[in-house]
C-alpha cells in the first residue's frame, strides 16, 4: 500500500508542514468551536480512498456513467442509513456542504420572490436562512421571528402572527448559536395553518438528534430536515436531506441536475461510515455526555462571572456576552483564548449594536473536547483558563502561562486519529 504521507512530504513538502503544524494544533489546543469536531478515523480512512476518482452524475441505478455498481452500493448504504437514524421516509446525500442543501430545498420547491419565515440571524439564525448578504437573500423574501435574549424563549403568539400576515410558503427553523432546544410541534402548527411546508435546518445538532440526546423534527410530521454531515456527526464535510416521500423526486431533482452536477462519492462513502457509527451504543453514549458537558461549562463560567445569552443552555453551544462580563469585544476575546490554547469563534448578540467582526459576543461549544474525552470536570478547568484568560487579555505573560496549562490538559486526551 502507498505511503501517501511520505509521498507528500516528499512531493510538496511546504504543504506537509502545514498539515504537520495543523495537527499539532489541533493536539495542543482544545476545540470548543461548536460547529467542529474531530472525524472518527474510519471516516478520514473512507475520504482518501479511489472512491474520489469516480464520476457519478444521477443517482443508484440511473447513473449518466458506467462502471458505478460500487459507488451504488455505497451511496444506498448512506441513505438507508440517513432513513434509518432520522425516521424519514426519504434521504438525499448528495449535497456537497450545508448552503447547497439548504438551497435545494428552496429552489426545489420554493418559486423566487416569494416569501419565507426564518430566525433571525443576530437572535442565532444562519447565514443560510436568507441574510441579505446572501444570493438566498436577494431571491426570496425572507421575514424573521425573534426570541427572548434573556431565556431564548419564542414567541410563538407573536411568530403565528407574522405567519398570517406574510403568508410564507415556508418555515425554517434551525440555528447556529441558538443555545436553547426547539419545540417543533408549534412550528409544524403555524405552518400548516397558513399552507406552508416546515424545514428545520438542524446541521448543529443533527448527531445529537441521531444519538438521541435531543428532539427530532421527523417526529413533529416536518416536510425537510437537513443537516450538514460533520460537526456533531463526525462525519466528513458535507450535507444531507430527508424528507417525507411524496417530496422525494423533487428534492433529488433539485440537487441533480438542478444545482450541482457529479457528487463527491468519497464524501458519500464517509457519509455511510460516519452514520453506521452514530447508530451505535458508543455514539449515543457520546451524545448524551456533550450535554452534560455544556451544562458543566456554562455554570461554571456563570460562576465565575461570565454572562451567558439566554441565561445557559439546553444544546451544545453557548455565546458569551464579552462586553457585559470583562468589558471587552467578541475579537479581543477570541484573539486572547487562543492565546490560551483554546479556540472559540468571535459572535454577534441579539440586536448586537457591534459589528460582526467586532461583536459583543463569543460562541463556544462542547462536541469537540467531548470527543476527545473531556467531561465535566475537565469542563469547569477550561472555564477557569477562559475566565482568566478574558480579564488578563492584554498581559502576554499570563496568557503563554495558560496556553501551558491547556497544553497539560490536551496530553491526558489524545485526538482521534492523530
Known amino acids: 500500500m502507498t505511503d501517501y ?55 443508484p441505478g440511473r447513473r449518466y456513467y458506467g462502471g458505478t455498481e460500487f459507488v451504488d452500493v455505497i451511496e444506498n448504504l448512506a441513505r438507508d442509513r440517513a432513513k434509518a437514524l432520522f425516521r424519514a421516509e426519504h434521504a438525499n446525500v448528495q449535497p456537497l456542504s450545508g448552503s447547497p442543501m439548504n438551497q435545494a430545498v428552496y429552489l426545489g420547491f420554493i418559486e423566487p420572490g416569494a416569501t419565507i419565515l ?33 431565556d431564548g424563549s419564542i414567541d410563538f403568539d407573536h411568530l403565528r402572527s407574522v405567519a398570517l400576515k406574510e403568508k410564507p410558503k415556508l418555515v425554517v427553523c434551525g440555528y447556529s448559536s441558538y443555545p436553547r432546544d426547539y419545540d417543533y410541534k408549534p412550528f409544524r402548527q403555524i405552518a400548516d395553518e397558513v399552507g406552508a411546508l416546515a424545514m428545520a435546518d438542524v446541521s448543529h445538532i ?17 416536510d425537510f430536515l437537513t443537516t450538514t454531515t460533520h460537526k456533531s456527526l463526525r462525519g466528513p ?42 447508530s451505535e451504543a ?3 453514549a457520546y451524545a448524551s455526555q456533550v450535554l452534560k458537558n455544556a451544562k458543566a ?13 439566554t441565561g445557559g443552555t439546553d444544546n451544545h453551544l453557548m455565546v458569551i456576552d464579552v462586553v457585559k462580563s470583562f468589558n471587552i469585544n467578541g475579537a479581543e476575546a477570541e484573539k486572547a483564548l487562543d492565546h490560551a490554547g483554546v479556540t472559540t469563534n468571535k459572535q454577534v448578540i441579539p440586536d448586537d449594536p457591534n459589528p460582526p467582526l467586532k461583536p459583543s459576543g463569543v460562541r463556544l461549544g462542547t462536541p469537540a473536547a467531548t470527543t476527545r474525552g473531556m467531561k465535566e470536570g475537565e469542563m469547569k ?24 496549562e491547556t497544553r497539560v490538559l490536551c496530553s491526558r486526551f489524545p485526538v482521534p486519529g492523530l
Open 381 to 404: 478547568a477550561l472555564a477557569r483558563v477562559m475566565v482568566e484568560a478574558m480579564k488578563n487579555h492584554g498581559d502576554a505573560r499570563r496568557l503563554e502561562a495558560l496556553r501551558q
Open 237 to 278: 464535510r458535507g450535507g444531507m436531506i430527508v424528507c417525507k416521500k411524496e417530496h422525494a423526486k423533487t428534492i433529488d431533482q433539485s440537487v441533480f441536475p438542478g444545482l450541482q452536477g457529479g457528487p463527491h462519492m468519497n464524501q458519500v462513502a464517509a457519509t455511510a461510515v460516519a452514520l453506521k457509527l452514530a
Open 5 to 59: 504521507r511520505a509521498a507528500l512530504k516528499a512531493t510538496d513538502p511546504d504543504v506537509f508542514e502545514a498539515l504537520i503544524g495543523e495537527e499539532r494544533r489541533q493536539r495542543d489546543g482544545v476545540e470548543l468551536i461548536p460547529s467542529e469536531n474531530y472525524a472518527f478515523p474510519e471516516v478520514l480512512a473512507a475520504l482518501g480512498t479511489v472512491f474520489t476518482n469516480k464520476y457519478s452524475e444521477g443517482y
Open 297 to 309: 461549562l456554562a455554570a461554571a463560567l456563570t460562576d465565575q462571572g461570565a454572562y451567558l445569552v
Open 282 to 284: 458508543p455514539f449515543k
Open 118 to 150: 426564518a430566525m433571525e440571524l443576530s437572535h442565532g439564525g444562519h447565514l443560510t436562512h436568507g441574510a441579505p448578504v446572501s444570493h438566498m437573500g436577494k431571491i426570496y423574501k425572507f421575514v424573521r421571528y425573534k426570541t427572548n435574549p434573556q
Open 206 to 222: 443533527g448527531g445529537l438528534i441521531a444519538g438521541g440526546a435531543m428532539r427530532n423534527p421527523m417526529d413533529a410530521g416536518f
